[in-house]
């Protein structure tokens, strides 16, 4: 109503225009609006006025859409956790595997992984194997790749365990960060898909005997319990034997529930090169 105003002239004409409506009591009541004349076009102000709030309506949803959308696609840089700043970049294109190799195989079945997570599959997907053997790298392919394909909606996150719990420690003391207990199950526990890197590392090298802390078994407690009806992939060193004796059995069940495993037995250690001049 208020574009037609502007647009020109406006007088009355002679039809009407009958609109119902529900009042009180449940009785449907019609009313008639006189039609006006606008430049030499009929129009039902009531009408003219429905159209344009439906047109501002859809301007809202489709900007919301769009900020929903920013804020979703960027969660992966916004809010991740890496110790290795390097693996934001990784990619399946980047990884480097020599043909026939165990690399080759496994990198084959995390795309295979990628394939059935975007035929709307849920399962969870672990990377077993030793230190620099390209686990992360290709958890975060993954990701990378759900993140920035199809409609690019979904929320995608990398989470270096050991630098979690660095953080939560620290918010025991210090009283300004927002990185505590509860902001860390709330913010995993949302995500669609999720990358819980280094599982076990916390507590030291491979073979300890050691037990994970308190506050770490309630987080992933929180986190497996939230993730039920979601896919997360993991990463670790250790068999699942001795991450039951590192942490809570049911707990460690709840995590590997539904798991797809990618095992690296025979690859070594990717990081380790030498350097000649």
């Given at each position: 109503?208020?574009?037609?105003?502007?647009?020109?002239?406006?007088?009355?004409?002679?039809?009407?225009?009958?609109?119902?409506?529900?009042?009180?009591?449940?009785?449907?009541?019609?009313?008639?609006?006189?039609?006006?004349?606008?430049?030499?076009?009929?129009?039902?102000?009531?009408?003219?006025?429905?159209?344009?709030?439906?047109?501002?309506?859809?301007?809202?949803?489709?900007?919301?859409?769009?900020?929903?959308?920013?804020?979703?696609?960027?969660?992966?840089?916004?809010?991740?956790?890496?110790?290795?700043?390097?693996?934001?970049?990784?990619?399946?294109?980047?990884?480097?595997?020599?043909?026939?190799?165990?690399?080759?195989?496994n990198k084959?079945?995390?795309?295979?992984?990628?394939?059935q997570?975007?035929?709307?599959?849920?399962?969870?997907?672990?990377?077993?194997?030793?230190?620099?053997?390209?686990?992360s790298h290709?958890?975060?392919?993954?990701?990378?790749?759900?993140?920035?394909t199809?409609?690019?909606d979904?929320?995608?996150?990398?989470?270096?365990?050991?630098e979690?719990?660095?953080?939560?420690?620290?918010?025991?003391?210090?009283?300004?960060?927002?990185?505590?207990?509860?902001?860390?199950?709330?913010?995993?526990?949302?995500?669609?898909?999720?990358?819980?890197?280094?599982l076990?590392a916390?507590?030291?090298?491979?073979?300890?005997d050691?037990k994970?802390?308190?506050?770490?078994?309630?987080?992933?407690?929180?986190?497996?319990?939230?993730?039920?009806?979601?896919?997360?992939?993991?990463?670790?060193?250790?068999?699942?034997?001795?991450?039951?004796?590192?942490?809570?059995?049911?707990?460690?069940?709840?995590?590997?529930?539904?798991?797809?495993?990618?095992?690296?037995?025979?690859?070594?250690?990717?990081?380790?090169r030498?350097?000649?001049?």
């Amino acid at each position: 109503m208020e574009n037609l105003k502007k647009s020109g002239r406006m007088e009355s004409t002679s039809n009407y225009c009958e609109h119902e409506s529900i009042a009180s009591l449940g009785r449907t009541i019609t009313k008639r609006y006189q039609k006006l004349m606008f430049d030499g076009i009929e129009v039902c102000p009531k009408c003219e006025s429905e159209r344009e709030t439906e047109e501002l309506e859809k301007k809202e949803s489709a900007r919301l859409n769009r900020a929903l959308f920013s804020k979703n696609y960027l969660t992966l840089e916004s809010k991740s956790l890496f110790k290795d700043k390097t693996l934001i970049r990784a990619t399946f294109k980047n990884y480097e595997c020599s043909p026939n190799s165990e690399e080759e195989t496994n990198k084959a079945r995390a795309i295979k992984a990628v394939n059935q997570y975007r035929s709307g599959n849920k399962f969870n997907t672990l990377f077993h194997g030793d230190p620099g053997v390209g686990k992360s790298h290709l958890a975060m392919s993954i990701i990378r790749n759900m993140n920035e394909t199809d409609n690019q909606d979904r929320t995608c996150l990398f989470i270096d365990i050991d630098e979690m719990l660095s953080r939560v420690r620290d918010s025991f003391s210090n009283k300004e960060s927002i990185y505590t207990e509860r902001y860390f199950i709330q913010l995993l526990s949302k995500v669609d898909f999720l990358v819980l890197d280094d599982l076990g590392a916390e507590t030291g090298a491979t073979g300890t005997d050691k037990k994970a802390s308190d506050y770490t078994i309630r987080i992933l407690k929180g986190i497996a319990d939230s993730r039920q009806d979601k896919s997360t992939i993991f990463t670790t060193n250790l068999d699942r034997e001795s991450l039951c004796r590192m942490y809570d059995a049911k707990t460690v069940s709840r995590l590997l529930r539904d798991t797809y495993v990618i095992k690296f037995e025979n690859t070594s250690d990717k990081r380790i090169r030498n350097i000649n001049f």
